[in-house]
């Protein structure tokens, strides 16, 4: 009994060192990131930004167009859009116009709940935490309590390890520089809709979080006088009729009550060698025309 009470002990001491050790890394990296705007700091040719989830993040290659960057990442929902886009702004006054993705799965609450406070949720949320106000934090504390450790783990992987290595942050995002050639499949198609529409066979409800935090992106950029525009990206006309009409619906009218520009590519005609398996993201070939799509209408 006595070598398990020491046992014990030493394994409450270690635990107790690791703690301590993960505290220091966190306070440590808390304090670099609030006071290190560089991370934010983007190139000052950089006049007009894409901004955005998956959707943007590897449809745009910003190397194909002038005087633009691709801030887009997977899995990002309008509210860590909004307080990236509120750091990236503040930081950067040579930008004027801000493109935002927008489509009809922006809108759904499942997509929003297994991103921001579901499943996923403990993978994604770290890159934006340093860049959330105090309360904020404090919410996304509480919504990954369960994956703690991974929590932290990726917190580490995002904020100290690129502080300490000098590499880049995940929250900035970007195109992916590893083209994929591709094609579409209709078994991938059908998955995707069930992910982002459907909840146990039934039609998702809207999310109110994105529609409020939209609203939010674009009072911020009213604010700052940056000109904000909507843009869609090119989906598969297999992808784009299996959407809900209630989501096509709610697209339309959003849209139609935000009264800004709005650039709609979901419908350009493309081969099928132009999409990944799911027909809702671009591959490498269908990112070459999509650039010049829109080279055609901003010179």
């Known amino acids: 009994m006595p070598e398990m009470k020491k046992f014990i002990k030493r394994l409450v001491s270690f635990a107790g060192l690791l703690g301590m050790y993960f505290l220091i890394i966190a306070v440590c990296t808390s304090v670099y990131a609030c006071y290190n705007s560089s991370i934010y700091r983007l190139d000052p040719s950089v ?24 801030i887009g990442r997977s899995a990002e929902t309008y ?14 006054p040579g930008i004027s116009a801000v493109n935002l993705g927008i489509g009809c799965h922006n809108f759904s609450a499942k997509v929003n709940h297994e991103f921001t406070d579901g499943r996923y949720a403990a993978t994604i949320s770290p890159a934006y935490f340093y860049a959330l106000p105090a309360a904020q934090q404090l919410d996304v504390l509480k ?25 880049k942050f995940p929250i900035v995002g970007g195109y992916p520089t590893k083209a994929i050639a591709t094609t579409v499949s209709e078994k991938e198609v059908g998955k995707r809709i069930a992910f982002q529409y459907f909840n146990s066979g039934k039609i998702s409800r809207f999310s109110t979080v994105d529609l ?23 989906v598969h006309s297999s992808y784009h009729s299996k959407v809900p009409n209630a989501y096509q619906s709610k697209l339309k009218t ?12 979901s419908t350009l005609a493309l081969t099928d060698d132009c999409y990944l398996p799911d ?3 671009l591959s490498a070939k269908g990112v070459k025309l999509l650039a010049y799509e829109i080279k055609k209408i901003n010179p």
Not at 254 to 265: E, G, L, N, P
């Open 47 to 70: 006049k007009t930004l894409f901004a955005g989830d998956s959707h943007i993040e590897q449809a745009i290659d910003d190397r194909l167009l002038p005087n633009c960057k691709n």
């Open 79 to 92: 509210l860590f859009t909004f307080y990236k886009l509120k750091k990236i702004l503040s930081r950067n």
């Open 143 to 167: 919504w990954n309590v369960a994956e703690l450790p991974l929590f932290f783990r990726n917190i580490l992987k995002s904020w100290a390890m690129p502080a300490i290595t000098g590499g």
């Open 212 to 234: 409020q935090y939209l609203d939010s992106i674009i009072f911020l950029c009213r604010s700052r006088n940056i000109k904000l525009s909507l843009f869609s990206t090119p």
């Open 254 to 265: 959003v849209i139609m009550k935000c009264r800004i520009a709005y650039t709609d590519f």
């Open 279 to 281: 027909g809702d993201h």
